[in-house]
């Protein structure tokens, strides 16, 4: 059977964090970087999706080798408790000793996201804020140094979203973190270009995650999704996935500060 995705032998025996790894894209990022012979680290907060997850990978063999892929680690973790997620980063970095790929994804938009704007209240804020923005800087700050001290060849893919190009309505909240995490990667590009450190982002679409099939994806919502699309099809979670590996492999090694667009066709501003 023919390879369905590229082979980038730069990630072979390099360590990848990818929070929010137990599902959706996250979890096709795990897969497809398993496959690339890395060992791969999951943050996230469901043990049951994560232990899923990694008993489908186990029986998985290297494409080019045929031996077993890395089995991934998982960790539960909420992101949102920033004092133990900090603590977890330093105890990975004493097994590890460096993460030389961080792929910043664990977020929200469920109900506590979608609140309009005469709907927020402090406690509804605060929750974006921690869940899906926080938890990216201070993380990264705690792997930064171990990746400078590796002497460059590392990289964060930090998730965004389009909803803030959209613009979509009535999860304000949602969309200014989005957009903030476009500012932050622009940033972090600059202040860890000089040690060797590549920052990017990828800001999906609509994506058929199976979350969003049963949450999101009503017929009605497909419509419209299928109405601004160029690409007249559900995209896959894998689709993004493909791009996030791209990123953290050698193949993109002059790419930085750069957000990459995975959305069909859907936002049509540059």
Avoid at 65 to 74: G, K, M, S, Y
Avoid at 100 to 110: D, E, K, Q
Avoid at 237 to 264: C, H, N, Q, R
Wanted: aromatic content about 6%; some cysteine.
């Amino acid at each position: 059977m023919p390879l369905q995705h590229a082979i980038y032998p730069s990630l072979r025996n390099k360590n990848v964090l990818i929070t929010g790894g137990a599902e959706g894209i996250g979890a096709a990022a795990v897969e497809l970087f398993a496959l690339q012979g890395a060992q791969v680290i999951i943050l996230d907060i469901s043990a049951s999706s994560a232990e899923s997850l990694i008993a489908r990978i186990k029986p998985l063999k290297d494409p080019i080798t045929h031996a077993p892929v890395p089995t991934p680690i998982f960790h539960q973790s909420d992101v949102s408790d920033l004092p133990k997620l900090q603590s977890l980063a330093q105890e990975i970095l004493q097994t590890h000793t460096t993460i030389h790929h961080l792929v910043n994804n664990a977020a929200t938009a469920g109900s506590l996201a979608r609140k309009d704007t005469m709907s927020m209240t402090p406690e509804s804020w605060d929750y974006n804020m921690h869940v899906n923005l926080r938890h990216m800087f201070f993380l990264t700050q705690a792997l930064v140094p171990a990746m400078r001290a590796a002497g460059g060849g590392c990289s964060i893919v930090n998730m965004g979203s389009i909803t803030w190009r959209i613009p979509a309505v009535g999860l304000p909240a949602y969309t200014t973190v989005k957009a903030a995490i476009m500012g932050l990667t622009r940033t972090h590009s600059k202040e860890f270009g000089p040690w060797g450190i590549r920052v990017n982002s990828v800001m999906p679409g609509a994506i058929a995650t199976e979350r969003q099939i049963k949450e999101v994806l009503t017929d009605e919502y497909r419509a419209e999704v299928m109405a601004a699309q160029s690409l007249k099809r559900d995209l896959e979670p894998m689709e993004v996935a493909k791009v996030i590996v791209f990123l953290a492999s050698e193949e993109a090694s002059a790419v930085t500060g750069s957000s990459y667009v995975v959305d069909g066709g859907w936002c049509s501003d540059p």
